[in-house]
């Protein structure tokens, strides 16, 4: 299998498995992968996921999406063009929609966190799935390097990572790795930002985990909303995303019992069961009396409610 798959106790862990070719996204590869997170997307007892790659030399090379053999250069450039004109419906640039249908199966965001433990190179590809699909990075010290490998060979590449890496990083950090194309290491991405730890190999994924077990604690709609607000929202200007971030709020009181759990538990001094059960829809509210409507009134304009 070009990837291990599997899922315990709320934590869904994506491995790519071709050290021999460092891990690359070839055609299986990715297609697996992107089976797998609809999967983790759609099993609501997923709450995180962790993603790496076997061995100690690659998180993941590149790609290598081998055309047919049959085709000719001239035919590979013919399809190549038409694709930026005519790409096919259910595709973005002529990839599959997958579980993200604004990015393609390469590029994908599920809103729920992931976390990636960088265990070797992470180069091409392995740099976009960082950048794209993953929230949370820790690296090892020993093994992790990273590196765009666009310019060097002559292209700004098909995928978004120039774009995302400049919104993610200072300009001026961005711009040095895209325009020189140079290899860098673990403390040099701690530097500029692309991840958020360095640990030494041997305790990578057991950081990884301790993170992702933190997370699986937490309210799951809280937490895919959050994430969802960040990426959809977060960009617009402040008033309008605070009031986004207002009506996910009130929606998640008002149509889940998490909400109320927190509440509970940290009046109680205990710690909270959070489930994620949605309510049913509720009877109307009865009209209050004069009395209770005055009543009301003066709690809501007092903001003390």
């Not at 962790?50 to 081998?66: A, M, S, Y």
């Not at 965001?109 to 992931?114: E, G, L, M, N």
């Not at 149509?255 to 538990?265: C, K, L, Q, S």
């Not at 959070?274 to 209050?288: A, S």
């Amino acid at each position: 299998m070009p990837i291990d798959y599997e899922k315990r106790d709320g934590v869904a862990y994506i491995t790519l498995n071709n050290p021999a070719k460092a891990n690359i996204l070839d055609k299986p590869t990715s297609d697996a992968i992107s089976e797998a997170w609809i999967d983790l997307w759609e099993d609501r007892h997923i709450r995180c996921a962790i993603v790496t790659g076997k061995g100690d030399r690659h998180f993941c090379g590149g790609h290598n999406l081998q055309p047919r053999p049959e085709l000719t250069f001239e035919e590979r450039e013919y399809l190549r063009t038409q694709r930026i004109y005519w790409p096919l419906a259910g595709t973005v640039h002529g990839q599959k929609t997958g579980v993200d249908g604004r990015m393609g199966d390469h590029y994908p965001r599920v809103w729920k966190p992931v976390i990636a433990a960088v265990n070797g190179w992470a180069a091409g590809a392995g740099m976009y799935m960082l950048l794209t699909s993953t929230d949370i990075r820790i690296a090892s010290a020993e093994n992790a390097r990273f590196k765009f490998g666009l310019l060097t060979q002559g292209w700004v590449g098909n995928g978004p990572g120039p774009a995302m890496l400049v919104k993610q990083l200072r300009y001026v950090d961005a711009m040095k790795i895209l325009l020189t194309d140079e290899a860098f290491d673990a403390a040099e991405a701690l530097r500029v930002g692309l991840i958020n730890e360095v640990v030494p190999h041997a305790q990578l994924m057991e950081r990884a985990e301790k993170l992702a077990r933190h997370i699986v604690t937490l309210p799951p709609a809280a937490v895919r909303m959050m994430k969802e607000f960040v990426i959809r929202f977060g960009n617009l200007p402040d008033d309008q995303a605070w009031h986004i971030q207002n009506l996910m709020n009130s929606m998640l009181i008002q149509t889940t019992m998490d909400g109320e759990e927190g509440r509970a538990a940290f009046n109680a001094k205990r710690p909270p069961n959070f489930t994620g059960t949605l309510r049913k829809r509720g009877e109307p509210w009865p009209e209050p009396s004069e009395e209770d409507a005055k009543r009301l009134d003066e709690a809501y304009r007092s903001g003390e409610y």
